[in-house]
DNA sequence: ACAATGAGTGTACAACTGTACACACTAAGA
DNA sequence: TCTTAGTGTGTACAGTTGTACACTCATTGT
């Protein structure tokens, strides 16, 4: 005795979590089919079309879960109140602990940004370019790195979490069990965060300057190129 | 009047060539069809047989090509012999360049790291890894970095190659004569490489103590977490 | 209490899929 | 020269695909 919207949301769900199971499974989710997603639902291939118009859009919606997910996982590393001095290793730590924790979901994200339609791509990367946007908003509210300025402190931060996401896979493809294998990444990852970083507290007027020449350098190359 | 090898020779490449002219156009390679990748060769379905087994088989077939554009990329690099004060944003033009140059090459790789068969992953990362590694011993050869471990070096060639190779999807969805947002990119990647070095020129024995310290208080604090 | 809304079902069909089999025709080797 | 090997073709078939249409039946609002 269920209420008829409840009943609604419920399969929709189903829809959502069979197409996730599919994916987490191996396959592709551009290559999956509307009656396999359905089946796997529990439903018959033509319920599909009370839901979603297309794979397309449960794709979409998939992709909205997804951005729910990462605003828990900031909310979840605010709460905790990270230490100064951690910072960086409780972060990777925590992402990857919910990379584990929802392999399906973002093996779905690491299948969306490269492979699936321009609508979706386009969807991951404003998802991602939120997920920096507030990192840097945090970095700013503590005063961390108080001498970049606003368009480096952007590059730094999709820099900082291009790293950070680019490991999911990885981990995604480790066989079971193999929690040295992880904690090989997780060192790797953390590396290489802490080195962005401590490249950024350098990135100040003098590095600047040396930028501007190398551009300059650069310009004068072309130029004899195309001569 | 061509020999028979050489006919298999050029079937075969058309069929490569076909299958990759579908993603160009937007398919992702997992969900093409053996037929469609068939006839985009000018050739029957069955024939398809005689080249390979599989479509996972034309897959690892187009890896390789992929690695030998990577390797003709290397050379071509070196025997530009980079000037030292404008080698990254040279490099990275050099890369951005190639990426426009064989769009459907790289738009391969990218859907391949993450969304092909795990053994397509596996070659794929082999190929970026070695690249990675020839970006390495080139730094050595030429004695820059000279204060850093091999182990971080190898960190430090896998997040260069990451961070240039995390860009390339970004490239491809630009609309065609839209310069002035690949300059931006170029700008922006240029940007984070130099950060990067910029701060691996800092890891150094400071930064080490630095690393241990942090490393000690992330044991701790999981110590605390598991009581 | 009753009509209506709408989630889910069943049947149907044309298009497409991978692949098995028998065949043609041409280059290679005797 | 004649046989052989091997690339490419044509036909065939069973399975899967997306989706249209007519339907049941429970939950809703009156």
Redesign the pocket.
Known sequence: ????????L???K?LMDGALALVAEGSHYSS????????RG??????????F???DELGLALADEFGLLLRLIMRQARLQGLAADSMISDSVNFYVEYVQKEPALFRFMAQSITGGSPAMREAMRNELGHFANEMVTDLNRLGILPNISGTDMNMLGHLAIQTVFGNTTEILDLPENSANMIEAIRERCTKQVRLIFLGASDWDAKSEKQQKLDAKANRKKKKSKTE
């Open positions: 005795m269920v209420s008829q919207v409840d009943r609604k419920i399969t929709r189903a999956l089919s509307l009656r396999e997603v359905a089946k529990g439903v018959v291939p033509n319920a599909f079309y009370r839901h118009k297309d794979l």
